[in-house]
Structure formats: structure tokens, C-alpha cells
């Protein structure tokens, strides 16, 4: 660790600017993670991560946030779990990691986790099996309006999988947040209205929902 805070003061230090950024807030926090406070660990990584010190430095985020992260901090868990899951095609020597930091902070209650182990359940994922238990953790989520979580559990009612097929429940969940602009259930729920599944027939329903995620993929394409 004080190798860790040596480094980050000559980084900060060979920037033109760097003593007057380096802040009494994050001098104190400095002083803490040398000694190993997770809190702090966590607060430095989270900092450097989104941005919100004076420049964003992903690379040094994520180190601290491994720091915290060793020491079971919920938050930081949840964040690495973000950032590596749907990257684990580059990353894929964190699968493991991504595995038991999910499941950690998903037994801890944290709604990303909740949703990411619940997904890592449906299929298995490394030497994680998968489990009619991606039901308890998504529905969790899902009623804490999780968007993705929604979306899965519905797509799991839709097709009877892991779960006695409802097409009643999974309309609701798919709808719900189709209604939000998630363009997966978008996608879906128009397909629903186009061959009748689970819903009355209609082709003006399923253009519109066509017409609705091509609209929603623009706007994420352009910002």
C-alpha cells in the first residue's frame, strides 16, 4: 500500500496542476487508504473512475477499487462487477473474480449484483453452475425497478425457463420496461404483438414498437 501511495504522489506531482488538485478531501482519504481503510480505498477508486477528482483515470480507479474490494466492500464489488461482466470477452481472467464478488454483494442486497448474479445463474458462468436460484436474484432486482433484471425475468416467463412459462407475467415485465426505452423488451414485446404471443395479434402494435426501439437505438448511437 505505501509503495501504492508513493506512486500516486509522483503522478500527481508530474502534472502541471497536480499539488493544487490534490484537495485536503483527497489528501485525508490518501492518509486512510495507506492504512488500509476499505472506505477509503473504495471513495479514491470511485473518484478516479467516473471522473469526479480532476481527471478520469479508469486504469488507477479500478486498482483501488480492488483494494476495497479485497476486503469485502460492497460497493466497490458492485462496481467492478459492472465494469467487468460485459467486458469479461477482454477481461476474461476475471471471471472468477466477477463470480464471487457478484455473489458476495448480491447475498449483501446491492441491486446491480443482485441483477448481475442473477443473470450469471440463468446459464453458469466459469465454475458457476447455473441454477433456478437466477429467479429469487433477478426478482429481487426487478422489483427494485432494475431495468435489465426486469427485462431477463420476463424473457424467463416468456420461454418457461427456470420457471413455469407465464406469458400474463412475463408481458408485464417485458412491457414495463419497454415503456422505459429498454430496447431488448422493445424488441421483444413488438415480436410478442406480431405473432400473438401472449397478447391479442396486432401489426399497429408491433409497428409501433418497431418504430420505438429503432427510435431508442438512434438516441444511444448519437450520445
Not at 492504512?35 to 477528482?53: C, T
Amino acid at each position: 500500500m505505501k509503495k501504492l501511495y508513493q506512486q500516486f504522489m509522483q503522478f500527481i506531482l508530474a502534472k502541471p496542476d497536480g499539488p493544487e488538485a490534490l484537495d485536503m478531501a483527497m489528501e485525508n482519504l490518501m492518509e486512510k487508504a495507506q492504512s488500509g481503510d476499505a472506505n477509503a480505498e473504495y471513495e479514491i477508486g470511485r473518484r478516479y473512475f467516473v471522473g469526479e477528482y480532476y481527471h478520469q483515470d479508469i486504469p488507477a480507479g479500478l486498482r483501488w477499487l480492488e483494494l476495497a474490494a479485497k476486503q469485502h466492500h460492497i460497493e466497490a464489488q458492485s462496481l467492478l462487477c459492472q465494469y467487468y461482466y460485459p467486458r469479461l470477452n477482454i477481461y476474461p481472467n476475471y471471471t472468477e473474480a466477477v463470480i464471487n464478488w457478484s455473489a458476495q454483494a448480491a447475498h449483501r442486497q446491492d441491486i446491480e449484483s443482485l441483477a448481475i448474479w442473477g443473470e450469471i445463474l440463468i446459464t453458469g458462468l466459469g465454475s458457476q453452475t447455473a441454477s433456478a436460484d437466477c429467479i429469487f436474484y433477478l426478482q429481487k432486482a426487478a422489483n427494485q425497478h432494475h431495468l435489465r433484471a426486469s427485462y431477463l425475468l420476463g424473457t424467463l416467463y416468456l420461454h418457461g425457463k427456470w420457471v413455469a412459462q407465464d406469458l400474463e407475467k412475463a408481458r408485464y415485465w417485458i412491457e414495463r420496461t419497454a415503456k422505459q426505452d429498454y430496447i431488448p423488451s422493445q424488441q421483444i414485446l413488438s415480436d410478442m404483438y406480431r405473432q400473438g404471443i401472449g397478447v391479442s395479434q396486432s401489426t399497429t402494435e408491433a409497428d409501433f414498437w418497431q418504430k420505438q426501439w429503432e427510435k431508442s437505438q438512434q438516441t444511444k448511437e448519437s450520445t
